[in-house]
């Protein structure tokens, strides 16, 4: 009788390096209460990356934004228009202006 063993085994290895080598879609796991629950994994922020420019670049461009707001009244008219314009509550819409330095 001819066994197949071979066969067999190769459809279990290959079962076993599937399993191993394509990313789970989803995780279960068991609450306090025995509840499962289905997550999609570690979930990233744009910050976790290694290449994000971080703290220094950000007070940069703040810096080099506030400079342009104070030396060109086309761009200080353009940004007042888009952030303060929506602003229905007339007090609210002062205050916005104002942190245009009006």
Do not use: W
Request: with cysteine.
């Amino acid at each position: 009788m001819k066994s197949n063993f071979g066969v067999a085994a190769a459809a279990g290895l290959a079962v076993c390096l599937t399993m191993m080598t394509a990313p789970p879609s989803a995780r279960a796991q068991m609450d306090r209460g025995g509840v499962e629950v289905i997550t999609n994994g570690p979930q990233g922020n744009p910050g976790d990356r290694t290449d994000a420019p971080g703290a220094a670049h950000n007070l940069r461009d703040s810096e080099r934004y506030d400079a342009t707001v104070r030396s060109s009244a086309e761009f200080r008219a353009t940004r007042e228009r888009e952030e303060c314009g929506p602003i229905d509550d007339e007090r609210m819409h002062a205050e916005c202006l104002a942190t245009f330095g009006k």
